[in-house]
């Protein structure tokens, strides 16, 4: 069973790994479109870190759908199930 | 100090940010990551990175594709910073890669390029669409268009300013798996095969073209080559994986290309070369040769000595007494790696680092032309310390290892510029070459004359012992009474007067076998009695356990002895050798419980040695 706390924190580490934006700005805007660095090439990167990192695959479906940070956590949440 | 590579990316990372020299040994670690994230990472923070500024070589390089270029950048960038170069990319449109070859003014190929790297993948080589009842429709389609692509690459290099850098590609799982009968899956994988063979070819017939071998670097990763997600989203036919792979041929090709390869090795020797450390338990108790684990440093050594044939400068560092070493180089029987094959060599306690810069001098090369191979974690972190310019390759864990780390790196890459060079027949296994080779003879005798079988039967040394007590422990197949004497045991009957232990080794015209037999023998007045014959099925069929009781006749004669005895105890799988005794003429002369007893009057018996055999007596 996955702690919904620590794979936010995960899915945010990434977030800002990748997207190099500070941990706050996300917090404080956590849509992920609404940020410059956003774009599609970064999304497939995130997609396969967070895959690594909690040993999950996702639909690529649902990856595209979460546009937030909590939306994103969740599918992965999801996928740890 | 000893930790210096452990924070590899943070390290990195920041001095690339800082604008700042990066790590040397900070780079040798990254060339021995795996993790995708982190060459992206660094990738992306090199991107603004000048060449000045982090101490590493300006290099340019054109990237034409036929997919999204997407990760391949950031991780081509970090691979190429791991073998000390920063490249700066022109980067061709993915969407017109057959249009950008063939115009000769493209950027791409500018004369001051120094490579262009030319990455396909299937769908460049396939129709959008195929009929699985029409293969031949699809292998005619297949051709041509390696065929085009070959014309291309040509025209290219032919214009003369350009080195290409091109490679083979995967088949995709949905053609292969989309056929449903099996002669034309075979078929159409056949036709994949000459298309990566004809792409092979390339290296052959033009100088300016390198192609990397991606199929079967991926076959031995073992990574997925495509994600089908990413595929269909994004067209990107490879996984970050599978491009770390591709990423590091590149590396190995430029390295070599500008002149940054290696070209010493320097090797530490206990628990590098052999197993064991010499001055614990003596020549005689180190690991080498026999089974594994001492067969794993024996295939390490025969892969130094092939690096060295191929022009490789070996050193020794070791930590030893001088003499000591010398005379175990020079006589343990398993050691290929002799004194006079290293060109430099410090055996003694001082600092390594001081060591393989004393070497690097005498031998009028930098310190950075150096590999360093050691096993201890200590002495890699005092020379990554002191001389972080040296690559250095962890010698620790498992020994079967020891080849894949040294190889992995391609620190020793060239590049063969001659068309003679080129031509050079790659080195083939020498079995595979037996096989071959005996189908040109009319019988099995005909073929071991020519074999030039050449065994070796001795009395066991100390240097034998352990290896004669593995074989006794191992061999289940030819073991003729089961009895598995052990190294103390089988030390008390070598150094006895009334028991004779003996070794047989192989050779013949394709390499050595090594040790592969041996015997246990009591020696009583009238009579010697075999109490176990034990050997590799390896070399079953040459005659081998025919030439051990023959040498063991011509010594019962020799010593007077009436009777030589031959003992069999049936196990469920020894039958293979139930034969031995009543082929060579023994006679079945009654048996203790179990066990057959066959003998043989050792007056007048015939020589047992098998003409086909030459026997060497030490």
């Known amino acids: 069973m996955a702690d919904t706390q620590s794979v936010t924190d995960g899915v945010l580490d990434i977030l800002e790994d990748v997207l190099e934006i500070p941990r706050a700005d996300l917090e404080a805007h956590p849509t992920l479109r609404d940020h410059e660095n956003w774009d599609s090439m970064g999304a497939l990167e995130i997609l396969s870190q967070v895959e690594g990192r909690f040993g999950v695959q996702l639909d690529l479906r649902e990856f595209n759908a979460a546009k937030t940070v909590d939306e994103l956590a969740s599918a992965v949440s999801a996928g740890i199930k | ?618």
């Open chain 2, 1 to 618: 100090m000893v930790d210096a590579t452990d924070g590899f990316l943070t390290n990195l990372t920041a001095a690339a940010k800082a604008g700042s020299p990066l790590g040397r040994a900070d780079l040798t670690a990254l060339a021995q990551s795996d993790d995708p994230a982190a060459f992206r990472k660094l990738g992306r923070t090199l991107k603004s990175a000048t060449a000045e500024a982090t101490g590493l070589n300006a290099t340019k390089v054109g990237v034409l594709a036929t997919y999204t270029v997407g990760p391949l950048e950031p991780i081509l960038r970090a691979s190429l910073a791991a073998g000390g170069m920063l490249p700066s990319f022109t980067t061709g449109d993915y969407a017109a890669f057959e249009l950008t070859l063939s115009r000769a003014d493209d950027p791409l190929f500018d004369a001051g390029q120094d490579v262009l790297f030319c990455t396909t993948d299937s769908s460049y080589f396939l129709p959008k669409d195929w009929s699985g009842s029409d293969v031949d429709a699809l292998t005619a389609f297949i051709t041509e268009r390696v065929q085009s692509f070959r014309g291309l690459l040509a025209d290219v290099v032919t214009r003369g300013k350009t080195t290409v850098l091109t490679h083979t590609v995967p088949l995709p799982a949905v053609v292969r798996d989309g056929l449903v009968s099996w002669s034309a899956r075979a078929k159409v994988s056949r036709c994949w095969a000459q298309l990566n063979a004809a792409i092979l070819e390339l290296a052959e017939e033009h100088s300016a073209i390198a192609v990397a071998d991606f199929v079967s670097a991926l076959a031995d990763e073992a990574v997925a080559a495509q994600d089908d997600r990413l595929l269909r989203f994004a067209d990107l036919p490879y996984t970050d994986a599978a491009l770390m792979v591709l990423a590091r041929e590149a590396r190995r090709f430029l390295q070599a290309k500008t002149g940054l390869s290696r070209k010493v090795l320097a090797l530490d020797l206990d628990n590098t070369q052999w197993g064991g450390v010499l001055g614990e338990v003596g020549a005689a108790g180190v690991e080498l040769g026999g089974l594994y684990p001492g067969s794993a440093y024996t295939e390490f050594q025969r892969s130094v000595l092939r690096l060295r044939d191929q022009g490789v400068i070996l050193a020794l560092a070791s930590k030893n007494d001088a003499e000591h070493v010398e005379s175990a180089l020079t006589e343990h029987p398993e050691v290929l790696l002799r004194p006079e094959m290293f060109s430099a060599s410090a055996v003694n306690w001082s600092p390594k680092s001081g060591n393989l810069k004393a070497m690097a001098a005498q031998l009028s090369l930098s310190p950075n032309s150096f590999v360093f191979m050691d096993d201890s974690r200590f002495e890699r972190g005092e020379v990554t310390a002191a001389l972080p310019e040296v690559a250095v390759i962890a010698a620790d864990g498992d020994p079967a290892y020891l080849v894949r780390n040294l190889l992995r790196g391609g620190w020793f890459d060239t590049l063969e510029l001659t068309d003679t060079d080129r031509k050079r027949p790659g080195l083939y296994k020498a079995r595979a070459e037996r096989g071959n080779f005996a189908e040109g003879f009319g019988s099995a005798d005909d073929y071991l004359k020519a074999l030039e079988v050449v065994v070796t039967v001795a009395e066991a040394t100390p240097f034998d012992v352990a290896r004669i007590a593995q074989l006794a422990a191992r061999t289940n197949q030819f073991n003729l009474t089961g009895l598995r004497f052990d190294q103390a045991e089988t030390t008390t009957m070598s150094e006895s007067d009334d028991h004779v232990v003996l070794s047989c080794s192989v050779a013949d015209r394709f390499g050595d076998e090594g040790m592969v037999g041996a015997a246990w023998v009591r020696k009583d007045a009238d009579a010697w009695e075999v109490l176990n014959l034990v050997m590799s099925c390896r070399v079953l069929g040459r005659g081998v356990e025919q030439a051990m009781v023959g040498w063991l006749l011509r010594q019962a004669k020799e010593s007077g002895a009436a009777t030589l005895r031959g003992t069999f105890t049936p196990s469920a799988r020894n039958t293979v050798s139930s034969k031995l005794w009543s082929q060579l003429g023994f006679t079945h002369t009654g048996d203790r419980d179990s066990t057959q007893v066959h003998e043989l009057a050792v007056d007048g018996a015939a020589d047992l040695v098998p003409d086909s055999i030459q026997l060497k007596e030490k």
